[in-house]
């Protein structure tokens, strides 16, 4: 087990992309001190999401009919809506979150292979980066995404900063029951710990979403 306890925020509402960005945010923001979380998200309409130092424009223009959004992680551009969206929080605290960036991204993805096993059996770990053929993330294998018989099937982007680590990941291509966040989070962590968002969260990333990811100054930052 990677932790001892893991907090699960499982969120049944369906919500825009801003917010989802949001909130990952502010959840960060409040993870001082507290334990590792596991958050498991969806989306009101179909997205893409982008990484922070990815242009706007070709975004836009090749998915004009998806809500685009500029995320705080780095790596590619993601289509969402059909896909299954998590993301791992680690406050600072957390010996984990002092792990060099390839590493940790290489042990949550293996337990997320062994999470998957019932559905998608004979996952991989890219062994390196693959040559880089589009903006496209899921075009783009980097070192330690998951493939299926050579094709992606989940990749992520992370953000460190003074308050810990986020990791976003995505999911595509496997249809998984609406159990999987209790099962990942039983790969995680000894101890799951339901919890819904508090009140402090949901105000902190609705600030952030007006005044941040809901912004064309954040969205079109690089165009």
């Known amino acids: 087990m990677l932790f001892e306890e893991i907090e699960l925020l499982n969120d049944p509402e369906p919500r825009g992309a801003a917010f989802n960005m949001a909130l990952d945010e502010a959840l960060l923001f409040h993870a001082h001190g507290q334990r590792p979380l596991l958050r498991v998200y969806r989306w009101v309409r179909p997205a893409v999401s982008f990484g922070y130092f990815e242009r706007w424009e070709p975004v836009v223009a090749a998915s004009p009919e998806r809500e685009a959004i500029r995320r705080w992680t780095g790596g590619g551009v993601v289509l969402h809506g059909e896909d299954w ?10 010996p984990f979150a002092r792990n060099r960036a ?3 991204y290489r042990v949550l993805h293996a337990l997320l292979a062994k999470a998957m096993e019932a559905e998608a059996g004979g996952l991989v770990l890219t062994p390196e980066a693959a040559e880089k053929r589009s903006r496209a993330c899921f075009e783009n294998p980097a070192q330690y995404d998951l493939l ?3 094709e992606k099937i989940a990749g992520a982007a992370q953000r460190r900063s003074r308050l810990g680590l986020l990791h976003q990941g995505s999911v595509q291509g496997v249809s998984l029951p ?3 966040a209790e099962r990942f989070a039983a790969v ?3 101890r799951i710990i339901p919890r819904a968002v508090t009140s402090q969260e949901w105000e902190a990333a609705l600030q952030l979403e007006e ?3 809901g912004t064309e100054a954040w969205n079109r930052r690089i165009g």
């Open 85 to 94: 969206t998590y993301s791992v929080i680690v406050p600072r605290s957390h």
């Open 178 to 180: 609406c159990q999987f």
């Open 211 to 213: 005044a941040k990811y």
């Open 102 to 104: 390839t590493e940790s």
């Open 148 to 150: 299926r018989n050579g």
């Open 188 to 190: 995680l962590a000894v």
